[in-house]
């Protein structure tokens, strides 16, 4: 079984920065693609960004140029930096392990902005 265990939600202030940390308890070597995605009350689960294990990126439309995922293979651990944030960008952020037709999921770190 894999844990995924996500930190460094908080309550920031509208163009304040976060980073979110989404530590495995195995190497992410053996994972084919790890994201984050975000899910707002009252809305479905979205992606925010995804890396593959040969270090290709995605994002979604609305955080491009404000976001930036990436990985430390040393540490297991996926990064999920937030520069730039919006009161839109409040919800619970999850991080996702994939491994041909398996997720992993963690259980979420709470991101809020308002002033």
């Known amino acids: 079984q894999v844990q995924l265990v996500e930190s460094g939600g908080d309550l920031v202030q509208p163009g304040g920065s976060l980073r979110l940390s989404c530590a495995a308890s195995?190497?992410?070597?053996?994972?084919?693609?790890m994201g984050w995605y975000r899910q707002a009350p009252g809305k479905q689960r979205e992606l925010v960004a995804h890396?593959?294990?040969?270090?290709?990126?995605n994002y979604a439309d609305s955080v491009k140029g404000r976001f930036t995922i990436s990985r430390d293979n040393a540490k297991n651990t996926v990064y999920l930096q937030m520069n730039s944030l919006k009161p839109e960008d409040t919800a619970v952020y999850y991080c996702?392990?994939?491994?041909?037709?398996?997720?992993?999921w963690g259980q979420g770190t709470q991101v809020t902005v308002s002033s």
């Open positions: 996702k392990a994939q491994r041909i037709s398996i997720n992993y």
């Open positions: 195995r190497s992410i070597f053996s994972f084919d693609v």
């Open positions: 890396i593959t294990s040969g270090g290709s990126t």
